[in-house]
């Protein structure tokens, strides 16, 4: 698939070499973030940005993202539409906590899209279940780590059985 290929509410599931992208795998699956698709714009909760919308050029200039595209068929594009930009200019939600100010990725497109359950939230690594990495994390916000708080991530919403994947885009 190539950006052309995009239809309005495809849901954009990626991974990238950022250390904090290869925790969030390490700790809940393959995808460390999830997007959503209008054209011609990627509406996402950034870490650096906050809630945002951007050109596909801006987004892909980030980071080398290898994205997977997954669709709903049942959606309904106005009111999504709607909801994403109700949110734009909100900040990221550092804590990931449910109840925090502003959003993390997967919590945006959940909210916005109300499809997906909630798990309990998870924090490990190979050997730990709270790895290093988390830790640091959450010592430097000066709060406990949320481990199995409810919440979401992008690969429990890529496995949600009403999504259908429709391919790796080629960017």
Not at 23 to 28: A, L, Y
Not at 52 to 65: L, M, N, W
Not at 96 to 111: M, N, Q, R, V, W
Not at 165 to 170: A, H, N, Q, V
């Amino acid at each position: 698939m190539n950006i052309n290929d995009l239809k309005d509410g495809d849901l954009l599931f990626m991974s990238d070499t950022s250390e904090m992208s290869l925790n969030i795998q390490k700790s809940t699956g393959k995808f460390s973030h999830v997007a959503i698709y209008f054209s011609p714009y990627i509406f996402h909760a950034s870490f650096k940005y906050g809630v945002v919308k951007q050109s596909p050029g801006d987004f892909f200039s980030e980071e080398k993202r290898i994205v997977f595209v997954y669709r709903y068929s049942l959606i309904n594009l106005k009111k999504v539409k709607a909801e994403a930009e109700k949110y734009l200019g909100l900040p990221y939600n550092y804590s990931f906590l449910p109840d925090d100010k502003g959003f993390y990725c997967s919590e945006y497109i959940a909210t916005i899209l109300p499809i997906f359950e909630t798990v309990p939230m998870k924090f490990s690594d190979e050997k730990n279940e709270v790895s290093p990495f988390w830790k640091e994390y959450y010592e430097k916000l000066g709060i406990k780590v949320p481990l199995n708080v409810e919440g979401t991530n992008p690969t429990q919403l890529s496995e949600c059985k009403e999504l259908k994947f429709m391919g790796k885009l080629e960017n």
